[in-house]
């Protein structure tokens, strides 16, 4: 059961007209509190306008409002974007360019987005061209292509001095695509070639200098360590010769007269059983003898004394 049908149950013994008149009242009262109560969520404000003249801000929550008398105006506070289509630009160069970006934007004074402009869409879009036409005017073709973020924080900064007086801040703007002219591209295209090609040649010629440096790196260690084996060797021949010399030394030491006339007698007798018939003797083998000579003239003086 309805609202109106208790009403009418309750003003039971009431006549036609009076039910028409109460009917009307209540049609009247939820009307009224329809346009009078307005619920604003946590992203909204309302701007109310009393008799054309801007009072204030109001949201979030229920918001109470008179009909006829107070106009409200809901505005947005989220974040939004703005898509700016191909624009053609000249760069300083004289070299034609198509630039589209998309502008990031959120309102911070409601009031200021309703009263100071009547659409901020169609405002932004119409600065945003002529400020891209602007910034890229002043810059070469290859920075327009090289240095897309300082364009981009350029043209925020710009958009930004703009849009402030309007209640709206740009948050980022950011360009999609840029696109040079075809024989800009075609040349961009062989550049790009020619570059890879030099990073490649440069990269062997490189890769080669490393192996050669590497070679001769190890033909040096190499012959580090061949000159350092043969010192290593020439050092041990020589402690063994010098040993070899000194073991000859200590046993030639030893050695005594006899030992040595024992030792001529031994050469003689090799040389009396070569075939030979002449010998030749230097004089200086009578020295070599005179120790045996000497051995035999003192046993023979020994016999004689027996």
């Not at 809901?74 to 974007?81: G, P, Q, T």
Request: aromatic letters at 8%; charged letters at 25%; proline letters at 3%.
């Amino acid at each position: 059961m309805n609202f109106f049908q208790e009403i009418m149950l309750q003003a039971g013994g009431l006549s036609i007209g009076e039910e028409v008149l109460i009917f009307i009242v209540a049609i009247i009262i939820l009307a009224f509190l329809f346009y009078s109560i307005k619920i604003v969520k946590e992203y909204q404000r309302i701007v109310v306008f009393r008799f054309g003249r801007a009072l204030a801000e109001k949201g979030p929550g229920i918001v109470f409002i008179w009909p006829i008398i107070d106009y409200p105006v809901r505005v947005d506070l989220r974040e939004k974007f703005l898509t700016v289509p191909h624009q053609t630009c000249i760069t300083k160069d004289n070299a034609p360019v198509d630039v589209d970006f998309i502008i990031y934007f959120k309102v911070v004074n409601a009031s200021d987005s309703v009263i100071q402009v009547q659409n901020f869409e169609g405002a932004a879009l119409g600065i945003a061209t002529t400020t891209l036409r602007a910034v890229i005017g002043d810059i070469m073709l290859d920075e327009v292509l090289s240095k897309r973020e300082n364009i981009n924080a350029i043209l925020r900064t710009k958009l930004d001095e703009v849009t402030t007086r309007w209640g709206v801040k740009i948050t980022n703007v950011e360009i999609r695509e840029i696109l040079p002219p075809k024989n800009v591209q075609d040349a961009m295209i062989l550049q790009m070639s020619a570059e890879r090609s030099r990073r490649a040649v440069v990269t062997e010629a490189e890769g080669k200098k490393a192996a050669a440096i590497t070679v001769a790196e190890g033909e040096k260690q190499s012959n580090i360590l061949k000159a350092e084996g043969e010192r290593q060797a020439a050092i041990l021949r020589a402690e063994g010769y010098a040993l070899a010399l000194t073991t000859i030394y200590n046993a030639a030491k030893q050695i005594d007269n006899k030992t040595l006339a024992l030792q001529y007698l031994d050469a003689l007798k090799n040389i009396g059983s070569s075939p030979s018939t002449k010998y030749i003797i230097p004089m200086e083998f009578t020295e070599l003898i005179k120790p045996f000579t000497e051995t035999l003239k003192g046993a023979n003086d020994n016999n004689t004394k027996q």
